[in-house]
């Protein structure tokens, strides 16, 4: 039929049952009311059951919406206008053109010529009818910290692409990060610390960074070759529920789940089809 059923656009939700969604990691209440709404009963360490322990905290969905209506809400989410976040509100915008320019973010109306002269995530991004083949689209990215929450660690760009004998692959590349580090030649970059004070249950924001805001260029770029790109936003160690609730009850964190999680977020993608 000519479409691709696997254009989706991105938003975090939860399954719970308690008409409420536990999505902060130290005020979480648990998801199935009386079988985990305690410390006590999250913590029980009794093997026939099944562990509360391993379920996380809700996720959020995020929609850039014209204005705060249902209406325009529902349109953005028809168009994919959308992304997902683990639970922080953190807010993440993104964008890919052919004719935006490197100093786009110079501009104090910078959305509305990325708007102009490209298209936001969720979106398709067309092969220019001439020329320009083998060069990169432009992507503008900009990430917030939640204003409550912890700070950044890092965005990374997630190309999905088909092979030349069409089978999918996948690279992860680092866009833009906090702090004095260097991509090692395995394109992998360092862990940027943590912070996390486990018995306490606390964490400090003196490592991170408040918030992103880049251009970047595929440097693998091949305009003949379908693609899609997704943005991963990471936060700085911190906390997870249980250690919170291990605190509260005067134990020591569970050993079965980590102590600290990077909360996160991803921004739905924006495909590529070449003519």
């Known amino acids: ?34 079988n985990d709404g305690t410390p006590e009963i999250r913590m029980d360490t009794d093997p026939k059951k099944f562990s509360p322990r391993l379920k996380s905290a809700a996720g959020l969905a995020g929609v850039w919406a014209k204005e705060n209506t249902r209406e325009a809400i529902y349109e953005a989410l028809e ?7 683990s639970g922080p509100r953190i807010k993440m ?20 010529d990325a708007y102009t002269n490209g298209v936001p995530m969720g979106s398709d991004l067309k092969s220019q009818e001439s020329g320009g083949r083998s060069q990169s689209p432009t992507f503008i990215i900009e990430a917030i ?50 912070t996390v004070d486990i018995p306490n249950a606390s964490y400090t924001n003196n490592i991170g960074a408040v918030s992103f805001q880049t251009i970047w260029t ?3 770029f091949d305009g003949s070759q379908s693609a899609f790109y997704y943005l991963r936003v990471l936060e700085i160690p911190t906390p997870r529920w249980t250690t919170y609730d291990a605190k509260t009850l ?4 569970p050993t079965d789940v980590t102590a600290t999680i990077q909360e996160r977020a991803w921004s739905s993608p924006i495909c590529y089809t070449p003519k």
């Open 1 to 34: 039929m000519g479409t691709n059923p696997f254009k989706f656009g991105f938003i975090g939700s939860s399954d719970g049952h308690n008409s409420a969604g536990p999505t902060e990691e130290d005020n979480y209440f648990g998801k199935i009311g009386i």
């Open 79 to 85: 168009r994919k206008e959308t992304f997902a976040t």
């Open 93 to 112: 915008r993104f964008f890919a053109g052919w004719n935006l320019k490197v100093d786009s973010l110079e501009n104090e109306d910078w959305v509305t």
């Open 145 to 194: 910290k939640d204003s409550e929450g912890a700070n950044l660690d890092r965005v990374q760009m997630i190309k999905g692409y088909l092979d030349k004998e069409r089978k999918p692959q996948d690279k992860i590349f680092e866009v833009v990060w906090a702090g004095e580090r260097t991509v090692g030649s395995n394109g992998k970059l360092p862990a940027i610390g943590n």
């Open 218 to 220: 595929d440097p693998e």
């Open 250 to 253: 005067g134990i020591a964190p």
